[in-house]
């Protein structure tokens, strides 16, 4: 009887260290943020293997491009950013020092992922976009509108079905229930926001455009002069005259910013300030593209007061 299952322990053995790693992570991919990282998981399953190099709770406008970034982009089949710019000033310097040529603009394992999204805040639809600013294509968080997902995840799609064409119906069969699922999601957010349409915010980077515009919130002014402008005393002061004037109650601010110039706002009002992830990993319940906005939006509806 020992024997026999000795037998088998080892047959067990034999599979999971032999026959496991040759249907396993065919692909190797890099993304710069949490979100993608987790839309990537969705489609490429146990095909891909995935890693993010910025985490949910780092400033992905700001990050020091470390040589273990590269080590990883060098062995990556893949490489898929945010892109509108928000990468700008550290993933060229990677991607150079990669020594990937896949991984290179024009070339098979280079992904922007924001190829397809209508973006919000470009320089058509600004008045104000001067010095300083640092969305100068748009507004890059579009991550925040869940109905961006899917043509995140299709994007994905394309591009792991091209790199690994044999596995293309299983990509397929995953993009299908990752629709299906986001789908769903997103009419139980929209229920659950409806009692607060139009409600006025305040947010502190201009980080939750797409998010509010998808959900009617109405994001009055930032504590940011413009996007990656720290406030001054003047525009401070006119921020607070305008959010006592227009009683607005709420500050959004995202986990990885200081939060002394909203303290200071708050402080002079009677607003509130709501810290909240912007990105997956961003707090630890949000561990992926779902919990991310399932704790966002529990957080809102527990904090905001209803409009109707
Ligand atoms: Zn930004």
Do not use: C
Request: glycine share 6%.
């Amino acid at each position: 009887m020992k024997t026999y299952k000795l037998k088998i322990s080892i047959l067990v053995l034999s599979f999971i260290f032999f026959w496991v790693p040759v249907s396993w992570a065919s692909l190797n991919v890099v993304t710069t943020t949490s979100d993608l990282a987790s839309i990537v998981k969705e489609v490429g399953g146990s095909l891909v293997k995935v890693e993010s190099l910025v985490k949910g709770y780092q400033n992905p406008h700001y990050i020091q491009p470390k040589p273990s970034y590269m080590v990883k982009m060098n062995r990556a089949d893949l490489l898929i950013y945010q892109g509108l710019e928000l990468e700008i000033g550290w993933l060229s310097t990677l991607i150079e020092g990669a020594r990937n040529p896949d991984l290179r603009l024009g070339q098979t394992g280079h992904l922007d992922a924001s190829t397809g999204i209508s973006r919000l805040e470009t320089l058509e639809s600004e008045v104000d976009r001067s010095m300083g600013d640092i969305h100068p294509s748009g507004n890059p968080h579009y991550n925040l509108d869940p109905e961006n997902g899917f043509i995140i995840a299709q994007s994905i799609y394309n591009k792991l079905s091209e790199l690994d064409s044999e596995n293309a119906t299983k990509y397929k069969s995953n993009l299908e229930k990752f629709n299906s699922k986001l789908e769903k999601k997103i009419i139980h957010w929209k229920n659950l926001m409806k009692p607060f349409k139009g409600t006025k915010i305040i947010t502190y980077h201009k980080l939750w455009s797409y998010f509010a515009k998808r959900f009617d919130l109405n994001v009055v002014n930032n504590v940011e002069v413009k996007p990656g402008v720290p406030p001054t005393t003047k525009h401070l002061a006119k921020l607070t005259a305008l959010m006592n004037r227009e009683d607005i109650k709420v500050i959004l601010q995202s986990t990885y910013y200081e939060s002394d110039f909203a303290k200071m706002v708050a402080g002079r009002t009677e607003a509130i300030i709501l810290v909240l992830p912007s990105f997956v990993g961003g707090t630890p319940e949000t561990t992926d593209y779902f919990s991310l906005f399932d704790t966002i939006i529990q957080k809102l509806t527990n904090n905001l007061q209803p409009s109707t």
